[in-house]
């Protein structure tokens, strides 16, 4: 089930990326996560791949389609703010890391939205472990 929603998050991604803003990626993984997930571990680390993934190629072809121009500029930008030198493969690479993440974070958020709201899916151990206990509070 894992691989069907890292597919399902990535496609949907790409295509809700003409439509969305960048961070659309985000508003799908929550979806995603809310529908096609049982288990929140495993939504949060669908969500980051599938996303990462996405991202990494969509920032590859933009970046091939302009000549590799603005990635290295940008890149120049933050070697000489931060006096260290800074490629732009590494720039890609920890733009895809942060997108996945944040990717990671919607889909985990999404399956949380579901499983508390009851909305018919398997709970995991822990949460049916503290949903049947009461705390009480003795003054």
Avoid: C
Avoid at 71 to 89: P, R, W
């Amino acid at each position: 089930m894992s691989i069907v929603k890292i597919i399902v998050i990535a496609i949907l991604s790409f295509l809700l990326s003409f439509i969305l803003p960048w961070y659309g990626f985000a508003i799908v993984a929550f979806i995603v996560g809310f529908f096609l997930a049982k288990y929140e571990g495993n939504s949060f680390f669908a969500g980051f791949i599938g996303v990462g993934l996405f991202w990494l190629l969509y920032i590859i072809f933009l970046d091939t389609k302009n000549g590799n121009q603005l990635s290295g500029e940008v890149a120049q930008i933050f070697s000489d703010s931060l006096d260290t030198e800074i490629s732009s493969a590494l720039l890609i690479a920890s733009a895809s890391i942060l997108a996945g993440i944040i990717g990671g974070l919607a889909a985990w958020a999404g399956s949380l939205f579901a499983q508390t709201n009851n909305i018919g899916r398997q709970h995991s151990k822990f949460s049916q472990r503290t949903s049947n206990k009461r705390f009480k509070l003795n003054i």
